[in-house]
Structure formats: structure tokens, C-alpha cells
């Protein structure tokens, strides 16, 4: 479904590079988590996977598609078979619920008729069938991220990218969010979940592929996440500035 | 569905930046009026050399007593050297050039002159003999005088040729002067609309970046992205291009048509109707601005 092949981005040639020579595969229907501390190149992955990026070298495939070599107007089909959540929500302020998810299917030239029936549908699925009138203003946070999930999924791409969808949430909303997202893929859709939530990672127990700097440090199926201290190590760094 | 969808997208987006909206379509309504009242003037220049050259001889002025040219010097003309240029303009050398000729003596120059001149107390006391007799003669090809000026000027008797579009050609050099100044100053005020159409749509792109984004983001097509943005700088352009052409219109109609044409009735002046084959071209200046500022802008800040 996935496949990249010794992919290296780098952003900018004096730092470095933001992926490095990352090798791996994830297969229809896997459920598979993103870890590693800020910085490590995880959301590249995503970005890559969208072709928001290029890869500086190697090769993304996406459903079988060489997404570098895919021209500028074929790259919206390949968008169609993903569906992205963000840790911001991106949602219309100005549209509701139910607008805001008709928005997806709008732009791609759907019909009134598909788009009455399939809004209800995912809007039961996110759990929000009563809230279809509602607007972003008037939704919690996870509401309103379950909202942008439904958007992501009411076109039923074959992937769901998610980018530390729960980053914004608490712990308890963050439970929901991923009762939805497993549900999701229960439905057949692969799921790619960018996060640092360690205790979610440890309690689901899918296939996690760390990242750190760049490199694939760990590729394990049914696994955990530890990350290290993260407090310790900005302490750290902010004496070693002190010292300086 | 999908063009009613990009419909609603245009509209929203000229209610939400309707400011810039309307100095697009101020400023491409006045450039093109610049346009519009250049393409009248020189609509108004071929109407006149049209007019006035069918109407307008070369004259060949004869020596009379009173002549002071140089070419003069034997005195006024003589029946035989009168002759001789006549037999000239009849001629096969000649004929190519000539359409008609008609002589006029100094007692009907007289009559003319007493004629355009009544209302100057001079007029009465100018008599015959002080005034040439002349060869009027129409060309086939008004363009041909310096063939003509050559065959006479040197010929016996005659004081001088004279080629009555030279006064025309210095008022239509005062009309084109005018024309090129009108045209300099829309082009300054179409790059201006350009610039400021580029610049709407860059804020429109930027005021609705949220939307945009999640287009590129579901896989929403160039057309369906861009096209809102395009339409909005279209729309603005052809607005500005009504307002000029009915500008433009009323100009011809009430400026030209109705109060110079009464001013001066002995000239030949274009009608409204002239002033219709205009509006195509204004519309299609306003569709290549449209096209051009969006060609600087949708690559930039709408990529897909």
C-alpha cells in the first residue's frame, strides 16, 4: 500500500536531512504508528506519502504509484485514495458540521444524492449524528476532531493519514478519537497515525515504526513506546545554553 | 452540481473581497475608456480622410500678373502655356493619376473667395486679377500628389502646386498626437489593473487559504481550485469592460454624434453605431488582463 524505498528529504542543505534513507512497507489494511520525539521526521513521512514533498532521493510508492513521478494534475487523484487528520482539525469556522464535511465531497463534483447519504452515515460512524447542525464553535475539541475524521473518511480513502491527531486532545477524548479510528479500520481502510502518546501506542499494541533524526530505529509488530524523558532532555539542553 | 458549486465559490469570494472588487472594476473601466475613446479618435481620423479626401483637389495655381514666385518671372500665364498644361492633364501620361480636372478662372475664384471670406470688410475689395486661375484637379490616388507636383511644377505658367491635405494631414497629426497620448495612458492604467487584479486574487487566495487547503488536501482538481480564483478576475475585468463600453457609447453618441456633428455639419462624423465594434475589443483587452494577472498569480499562491 505503501513503500518507500531508501527515501532522504532534506529540506535544507545545511542541516540535516529530515529523512534518512528510510526503507519500509505497510500492507492493505495495517494499523500502523509513527513514534518518535519531535523533529524525528514523522510528519515528513506524511507529507511525503501526500506528495505535499518530493523526496530529495529514493522512491515513495502509494498504491502501487510512483507519487514522485506523477505529474502535477494526476497528483489530486492520488489525494482522493487519502484521507489526512490533522492535529489542528482544519475545519470552515463558517460551515457546520454538516457543510464542513460536504465540503470534501463537493469540491470532487459529487452529487446531492451521494452526499445526503453519506454524510448521515459517517457522522454515525464519528459518533456525531446529532450534531450535523452544530458549528466548530459550538464543539469540543475531540467533536471537532471527529468531525475532521469523518471529512477525511466520508470518501472512503483506501488510507487514513493521521498527524498527532490526539495532540490537542486530552487524555479521555483521546480514547474516543481512537475508538473512531480503529473503527475506521475495522471498515478495511489502512491507517498510518503519526503520535508521541505513548500510553495509547502501549495500549493498542500495533505495528510501531520509530523514527529518530531522520532513520528507523525500531520496526515491530504488537509493540509499545517508551520515549525517553523528554523533560530531562530539555532540561538538559537548557543548561548546556546556560553553560554557553 | 460542480458548476453551480464554483459559481457559489466566485460569488462568495467577490462578497468577501468586494473592495478589491470594485477598483478592479474602476480601473479597467477607465483604461478601458482610455482604449475606447483612442479607438474613436482614429475611427474619427479614417471617417474624415475618407470624408474630406474625396473631397479635397490638388490645385494647380497659375501665374497671374501680381505672382511674386520665382517661377512667375515671365509675367502672368498666356493662353498658349494654359494650353499646354491642359493638354498635360489630358494626356495618356497622365490619365493614370488624374481622375478629373476643372479649370477656374480669377473672376470664379473671386466669387469663392468673396463667398468663404463675407463676413472680412478685405472681401470687397479684393478684385479679380490679384487672385490666381487654377487647375482643380482630383486624383485617382490622393496618395500619388508627389507624381502629380512633379509632372506640373516645372511646366511654364504655373505658380505653384499645392496639395490641399497638406492642411488636413497637420489637424489628423493633432488627432493621432492625441490618440497615442490616450493609448500611453491606458497602457499605464492596464498594467496598474493588471497588478491589481493580481493582487486580488492574491488576497482573496490568502483570505480563503483554509478552503483552499482542504480542496488540495481531499484531491479536489486544479479546475475546481483555480477556477473560482480566475472567475473572480474575469468577472471584475468584463464589469469594467461593460461600464467602458458604454462609456465608450455615450461618448460617440452624445459627444460626437450628436453635438459636434451639429457644431459643425460640413464635416463627416461617426455615428454611435461605429462606436459597437469597439466593445468586442474592449472585452477582449479585459479577458487577456483577466487571463495574464492570473497567469502571474494562480502558480504562485494556488499550487496544487
Known amino acids: 500500500m505503501i513503500r518507500f524505498e531508501d527515501v532522504t528529504k532534506v529540506y535544507d542543505t545545511t542541516s540535516r536531512p529530515a529523512l534518512n534513507g528510510v526503507t519500509t512497507e505497510i500492507e492493505r489494511g495495517e494499523f500502523v504508528f509513527l513514534v518518535g520525539p519531535s523533529g524525528s521526521g514523522k510528519s515528513t513521512f506524511i507529507r511525503l506519502v501526500q506528495r505535499e514533498e518530493k523526496a530529495s532521493s529514493g522512491t515513495v510508492y502509494v498504491s502501487g504509484r510512483d507519487v514522485s513521478r506523477l505529474s502535477s494534475w494526476r497528483v489530486p487523484h492520488l489525494r482522493r485514495d487519502l484521507g489526512v487528520v490533522f492535529q489542528d482539525f482544519r475545519l470552515l469556522p463558517n460551515k457546520n458540521v454538516f457543510a464542513n464535511v460536504a465540503f470534501a465531497m463537493q469540491v470532487l463534483g459529487k452529487r446531492r444524492g451521494l452526499i445526503n447519504q453519506a454524510i448521515p452515515e459517517v457522522l454515525e460512524t464519528v459518533g456525531l449524528q446529532d450534531k450535523a447542525r452544530r458549528f466548530p464553535h459550538e464543539l469540543s475539541g475531540g467533536e471537532q476532531q471527529r468531525v475532521a475524521i469523518a471529512r477525511a473518511a466520508v470518501n472512503k480513502p483506501a488510507i487514513l493519514l493521521a498527524d498527532e491527531p490526539t495532540g490537542n486532545l486530552d487524555p479521555d477524548t483521546s480514547w474516543g478519537i481512537m475508538e473512531v479510528l480503529d473503527t475506521i479500520h475495522q471498515n478495511g481502510t489502512t491507517v498510518v497515525m503519526a503520535t508521541h502518546d505513548h500510553e495509547i501506542v502501549n495500549t493498542m499494541r500495533r505495528r510501531v515504526i520509530e523514527l529518530d533524526a531522520g532513520k528507523i530505529v525500531r520496526d515491530e509488530p504488537e509493540a509499545g513506546y517508551e520515549p525517553a524523558d523528554s523533560t530531562a532532555q530539555v532540561q538538559s539542553r537548557l543548561r548546556k545554553s546556560e553553560v554557553r | ?304
Open chain 2, 1 to 304: 452540481m460542480r458548476f453551480a458549486f464554483i459559481l457559489s465559490e466566485t460569488f462568495s469570494g467577490i462578497r468577501r473581497n468586494l473592495s478589491m472588487v470594485i477598483s478592479v472594476v474602476l480601473v479597467t473601466f477607465i483604461s478601458l475608456t482610455f482604449v475606447g475613446s483612442a479607438g474613436l479618435l482614429q475611427m474619427q481620423i479614417n471617417q474624415m480622410k475618407g470624408y474630406w479626401y474625396d473631397r479635397v483637389e490638388v490645385a494647380i495655381f497659375l501665374c497671374n500678373d501680381t505672382s511674386t514666385a520665382s517661377s512667375c518671372a515671365g509675367g502672368g500665364v498666356t493662353d498658349s502655356q494654359r494650353d499646354a498644361i491642359e493638354a498635360q492633364l489630358a494626356s495618356e501620361q497622365a490619365a493614370a493619376y488624374v481622375e478629373s480636372y476643372e479649370y477656374e478662372s480669377q473672376e470664379q475664384a473671386l466669387e469663392l473667395f468673396q463667398q468663404q471670406y463675407a463676413n472680412l470688410d478685405m472681401a470687397e475689395s479684393v478684385t479679380a486679377d490679384q487672385l490666381p486661375e487654377s487647375f482643380r484637379v482630383s486624383l485617382v490616388d490622393p496618395e500619388q500628389y508627389e507624381v502629380v507636383n512633379e509632372m506640373f511644377s516645372g511646366m511654364a505658367g504655373v505658380e505653384v502646386v499645392s496639395d490641399q491635405r497638406e492642411l488636413l494631414e497637420s489637424l489628423f497629426s493633432l488627432m493621432n498626437i492625441a490618440s497615442v497620448i490616450a493609448i500611453a495612458l491606458a497602457i499605464i492604467m492596464l498594467i496598474t489593473a493588471i497588478l491589481l487584479i493580481a493582487t486580488t486574487i492574491r488576497l482573496s487566495a490568502f483570505s480563503r487559504r483554509r478552503e483552499t487547503g482542504i480542496m488540495r488536501l481531499v484531491g479536489a482538481s486544479k479546475t475546481m481550485i483555480q477556477l473560482p480564483f480566475l472567475a473572480e478576475g474575469v468577472v471584475a475585468a468584463l464589469l469594467g469592460a461593460a461600464l467602458a463600453s458604454i462609456a465608450t457609447w455615450t461618448i460617440a453618441k452624445f459627444f460626437i454624434a450628436d453635438w459636434l456633428a451639429s457644431e459643425y455639419p460640413q464635416t463627416g462624423f461617426i455615428t454611435s453605431t461605429d462606436a459597437l465594434w469597439l466593445v468586442p475589443l474592449l472585452f477582449l483587452i479585459a479577458l487577456v488582463l483577466a487571463a495574464v494577472s492570473s497567469m502571474l498569480t494562480l502558480r504562485r499562491y494556488l499550487k496544487v
